[in-house]
């Protein structure tokens, strides 16, 4: 027992050290030096480092042989002159990586051992004086290491290196960060420069053309089909960004009051989400009162909510490297008013309804599932008073937006991907429909200026589907009881 004890207690010495290590020797969190983050095994948090290795190999094992991989880092994104924003990596980059620093860059060239191919990273290293700037930066000799590649190379060595590997290839996939679908036929030797920070730019250049349009393919399609599908770390770490997400959504119901401004209420879900340990935004969140709700993206989040209307907010976090995506809708007073209550239980039993086909049994395709939803629609609002027939209101006016995209590393990961494709287990989709009723004589009266959406996220699964977002209320007792502090729920 005293053994044990002394374990115990040394552990404990040993984490309260590493924590206390400040400031830290490299370029980001890692289990080294942030151990309250990670588990043992984690590359990133939530993930270990062989998902990493796997994702890398899947994507090699794909491709002809041959082949050849490139992928960059994101560049420095600035406000103005020398104010730059909080870094966020390059999807694609981070994915086949975990590699969270700026001017770097990736190699993969497929091989026949049996690990399938070779890595070769790319990074700025130690820089006493850049760091006395901007921080620690991640030490070659700890990349390749922690990083798992055969070697690791200072950035300004990237041009000569790819230019010595590209007569041994047939096949240089390569894509540029933000613009995934870019056509590679377009200025093909002079994008990509921007996005390293190197001396050697011109060089840099040169090495780019010299990749033909016969060897050069995009790269983004390819990882695109590994991402659509999660690991069961991906799974674990989304429902958690969900949970902060679907949380700072119920809190946000009570501390929603007339008269507040929703920028106001925007300010108190992104503080929330922050403090459930959110590293960002999953994108600018939509805080819509009244008839600013008919306005899908609306995001100006600057008026008054007032008596009598509803609030819908379309918010979710980013958390440790994956996206949540949830849209609400609620009363202002707390209580549904009965036109209220009409129009948002149709577009709740649409919902509800169109979540059950998240399966792969179901055979269905983002398509299908958006023709369900629009004819499950017309029928629940045929019901409380609407008369939808053939000519096309729903789609043109009330319902303008698609059913579903595909959420994981991004927001949005339908880029690359096929809707007229079936769905399959391990996709994450979200379900949203929503009906926004303008003032004009052709609707009923009572619904004027009404905008609702329900939107949830949902993991597609063989026989059922599973609701990640499940937490954020969205029955018409437990909204009210969420605005009314009657589920247990503080503001804050």
């Known amino acids: 027992m005293l053994t044990a004890a002394r374990r115990t207690a040394t552990r404990r010495a040993l984490l309260l050290r590493a924590i206390s290590s400040k400031p830290s020797n490299y370029g980001q969190p890692l289990l080294q030096s942030h151990p309250h983050l990670f588990s043992r095994n984690d590359l990133t948090p939530g993930v270990p480092v062989e998902d ?39 999807s694609d980059f981070w994915y086949l990586t975990g590699f969270q ?44 290491s922690i990083f798992r590649a055969d070697a690791a190379l200072p950035t300004p060595s990237f041009s000569s290196h790819l230019r010595s590997l590209l007569s041994q290839y047939t096949h240089i996939y390569l894509d540029l960060p ?17 996005y390293l920070s190197t001396p050697e730019r011109t060089e840099f250049d040169v090495v780019l053309e010299g990749i033909t349009g016969s060897k050069r393919r995009q790269l983004a399609p390819e990882v695109a089909k590994l991402r659509a599908i999660k690991s069961e770390a991906e799974i674990c770490v989304m429902r958690s960004a969900a949970d902060v997400s679907a949380r700072a959504h119920a809190k946000t119901m009570r501390f929603t009051e007339v008269g507040m401004e929703e920028g106001k209420v925007a300010a108190h879900f992104e503080y929330l989400c922050a403090l459930g340990a959110a590293q960002r935004p999953a994108y600018v969140p939509v805080v819509a009162s009244g008839a600013n709700a008919l306005i899908i993206h609306y995001t100006s989040n600057d008026h008054v909510i007032q008596d009598g209307e509803m609030v819908l907010i379309d918010a979710g976090c980013e958390l440790n490297g994956y996206a949540s995506d949830i849209t609400r809708t609620y009363p202002a007073s707390g209580t549904f008013t009965p036109a209220q209550k009409d129009l948002y239980s149709a577009v709740l039993s649409t919902q509800k309804q169109l979540v059950e086909f998240c399966t792969e049994k179901s055979e269905m395709s983002l398509y299908d599932l958006h023709r369900v939803s ?47 494709a079936p769905i399959k287990a391990g996709m994450v989709i979200t379900i949203e429909p929503g009906i926004y009723v303008p003032p004009t004589p052709n609707f009923p009266i009572h619904f004027h200026n009404m ?42």
């Open 52 to 90: 990493y290795e796997q994702r890398r190999k899947n994507l090699m094992d794909s491709l002809p042989d041959r082949s050849l991989v490139v992928s960059v880092s994101a560049p420095i994104k600035y406000m103005s002159a020398n104010i730059f924003y909080k870094f966020r990596q390059a």
């Open 101 to 144: 620093e700026p001017d770097s860059a990736v190699i993969l060239e497929k091989t026949s051992s049996s690990r399938g191919y070779r890595m070769t990273l790319f990074s700025s290293g130690k820089d006493s004086m850049k760091e006395k700037w901007d921080g620690a930066r991640t030490s070659l000799q700890d990349a390749a």
């Open 178 to 194: 933000n613009n995934p679908i870019s056509s590679p036929r377009r200025h093909p030797g002079k994008s990509l420069l921007k």
């Open 374 to 420: 629009c004819r499950l629609l017309k029928t629940e609002l045929n019901q409380i008073g609407f008369s939808l027939g053939a000519e096309n209101d729903l789609e043109r006016v009330l319902y303008p937006h698609f059913l579903s995209h595909h959420i994981g590393v991004d927001l949005h990961e339908s880029g690359n991907l096929d809707r007229s």
């Open 451 to 492: 905008g609702i959406r329900i939107e949830d996220e949902v993991l597609v699964g063989k026989d059922h589907p599973v609701v990640l977002s499940v937490s954020a209320p969205k029955e018409i007792s437990d909204v009210e009881g969420a605005c009314q502090g009657l589920l247990g729920l503080k503001p804050y």
